[in-house]
C-alpha cells in the first residue's frame, strides 16, 4: 500500500520549461578573436610611428594620446578583401565556426583591425547574452598574444562586465591540433595532383 505524504509537487507546464531552456541556450555566445591585419594601403610611416610608441610604451612609457589616436586609425581604417584577406579569411573561419556550433559568434581582434576584444565582449552584452566563451584562432602554445595579452583582456572585462560569465577557452590540447594538422596533410596529398602549386584543401 502506498503511504501518501501529501500532495506531490507540480511540474511546471512544458511549455515553461521549453522557454527556460531556450532562455538558457540563448544567454550564451561565443567570442571568436583572430590576430588582426594592416591593410596594405595604410600609410607606412604612420604604422611605423604607431609601432615606435608601442615599443617605448613597453619599455614603461605610459600610452600617449598620439599612440591611441594612430591606433584608432588603423583598426577603424576601410577594408577590402584586396586590401585586407586576412580580415576575410577569419570571418569565413567565423562564419564556419558559426555553422558548427550554431552559437552567436561575435567576431573579434586582438590588433590593428576593429572591433577589439573588449568592443565584441560589450556588443555581445549589449545583445542580451550574459555567458560569453572567448576563443582564439591563434593555437600554439606560448604565444605572446593568446597565452598573454587575452587573459589580461579576459580579467579586464570581467572587472568592467560584473554579473556576467566570461570564460577564456584555453590552451588548446597539443595532441588535438597534431592530430589536426597530420589530417590536414592525409587530405593534402589526397588532393595533390602532382602540379608544384598550392593545393587548396576544402
Not at 538558457?24 to 611605423?48: C, K, N, T, W, Y
Not at 565556426?97 to 577589439?116: D, G, I, K
Request: glycine letters at 8%; charged letters at 30%.
Amino acid at each position: 500500500m502506498a503511504v501518501n505524504d501529501g500532495p506531490k509537487p507540480q511540474k511546471p507546464p512544458l511549455a515553461i520549461v521549453r522557454r527556460s531552456v531556450i532562455k538558457q541556450l540563448m544567454s550564451r555566445a561565443l567570442v571568436f578573436i583572430g590576430h588582426g591585419g594592416v591593410p596594405i594601403d595604410f600609410p607606412r610611416e604612420e604604422l611605423a610611428e604607431l609601432k615606435r610608441l608601442e615599443g617605448a610604451r613597453r619599455g614603461g612609457a605610459p600610452i600617449s594620446a598620439r599612440e591611441e589616436e594612430l591606433e584608432n586609425k588603423l583598426r577603424h581604417w576601410p577594408r577590402t578583401p584586396e586590401s585586407d584577406p586576412y580580415q576575410r579569411g577569419f570571418e569565413r573561419l567565423a562564419e564556419a565556426l558559426r555553422f558548427q556550433t550554431a552559437a552567436p559568434v561575435y567576431v573579434a581582434y586582438n590588433e590593428f583591425c576593429a572591433p577589439s576584444v573588449v568592443e565584441a565582449v560589450a556588443e555581445a552584452i549589449g545583445d542580451g547574452y550574459d555567458d560569453l566563451t572567448l576563443l582564439t584562432s591563434m593555437i600554439t602554445p606560448g604565444g605572446s598574444h593568446a597565452a598573454g595579452e587575452i587573459p589580461e583582456l579576459v580579467t579586464l572585462c570581467r572587472k568592467r562586465f560584473d554579473g556576467v560569465r566570461i570564460r577564456y577557452a584555453w590552451p588548446f590540447d597539443p595532441e588535438l591540433v597534431a592530430s589536426f594538422l597530420a589530417q590536414h596533410l592525409v587530405d593534402f596529398d589526397d588532393a595533390d595532383d602532382g602540379e608544384p602549386d598550392t593545393v587548396f584543401v576544402r
